[in-house]
């Protein structure tokens, strides 16, 4: 099983519709990200976060450490949100602190 | 700012072959890293950087070398190139590894 595991691994959605992107983890963190690949394949930093929610815009990312599940929601959808969305999570334990263990990703499209 | 630079965006390479894929980043950032994504994985971490003079080895180091001899360059040495090593590479900084991260837009590597 991998650390960390995203829900679902395929998602598609009609322009305006709500969007909710599962990760959950298994091992104790101190971070988890958040991040955005272009179908161009550049990939974007959207949240990182340790605790609560944070929101930028329409995008906004939930954890709860206790029950080891993030959440990241998109309201208003358009088709530029069209992307993969990839959760990676930083462990506490020992050097492996160090790095970020990554989920496969979603792979979102929205349609107009 | 350029951000985070790599070169070259494409390479084809036949096995047994070396080469190095070059990583700059002009912020100043200390905390450097090489990641490779392949098909139904996530992103897996090669090596990493915490300052000038130090590396480490990350989860999936084999067949690779790296060294940082300045705060702003980090490549990546393969030293015989297999078609294993076929993949997207992405070079990524950050101020500290509890920062976010910045990637740079990959390297698209075929070994034939």
């Known amino acids: 099983k991998n650390e960390v595991e995203q829900s679902p691994q395929n998602l598609t959605a009609q322009e305006g519709e709500f969007i909710t992107i599962n990760c959950s983890y298994s091992v104790g963190i101190s971070a988890l990200h958040w991040l955005q690949q272009h179908p161009g394949g550049g990939i974007v930093s959207l949240f990182m976060?340790?605790?609560g929610k944070k929101k930028h815009g329409r995008l906004i990312a939930t954890i709860n450490i206790q029950e080891k599940h993030s959440s990241l929601h998109i309201t208003a959808s358009h088709p530029r949100d069209s992307a993969v969305y990839i959760c990676a999570v930083r462990s506490v334990r020992g050097t492996s602190g160090s790095r970020l263990t990554f989920g496969e990703g979603t792979q979102l499209t929205v349609n107009p | 700012n350029a951000g985070v630079t790599q070169t070259p965006k494409f390479q084809v390479l036949k096995t047994g072959q070396s080469m190095t894929l070059q990583c700059a980043q002009d912020?100043?950032?200390?905390?450097m890293s090489w990641y490779r994504q392949d098909p139904g994985m996530g992103l897996r971490l090669i090596h990493y950087?915490?300052?000038?003079?130090?590396?480490d080895q990350g989860e999936v180091p084999n067949g690779y070398n790296v060294s940082r001899s300045t705060t702003e360059d980090f490549p990546l040495r393969l030293l015989s190139a297999a078609p294993s090593q076929t993949s997207v590479y992405f070079c990524?900084?950050?101020?500290?590894?509890?920062?976010?991260?910045?990637f740079g837009p990959g390297t698209r590597l075929t070994v034939t």
């Open positions: 912020m100043n950032h200390e905390y």
């Open positions: 990524a900084s950050s101020r500290d590894r509890l920062y976010e991260q910045y």
């Open positions: 950087s915490v300052g000038a003079g130090i590396t």
């Open positions: 976060l340790s605790s």
